[in-house]
């Protein structure tokens, strides 16, 4: 019993310390997380792309050589 009366101390301390530490948290107001999204999304197509191009390259060197 000692156990769960802990582990329940334990829980509600740290939900109360979650909760403190979310109040500091500086939130991104619509406009920057909208501009964060957006460079996010155009790196990933750039990667992808870029990566994409490479897979290409490399299949085609391949097939020539075990072709």
């Given amino acids: ?9 334990v829980s509600v301390q740290f ?5 403190s530490e979310l109040k500091k948290v ?3 107001t619509p406009k920057q997380a909208l501009a964060s999204t957006s460079v996010v999304i155009v790196v ?10 490479i897979d290409m390259v490399l299949t085609r060197m391949v097939r020539l050589v075990l072709g």
């Avoid at 019993?1 to 101390?9: F, G, L, P, Q, V």
């Fill in 44 to 53: 990933v197509l750039i990667v992808s792309l870029y990566l994409g191009l």
């Fill in 26 to 28: 500086t939130w991104p």
């Fill in 1 to 9: 019993m000692e156990k769960i009366r802990n582990a329940w101390e």
């Fill in 15 to 19: 939900l109360r310390e979650a909760r």
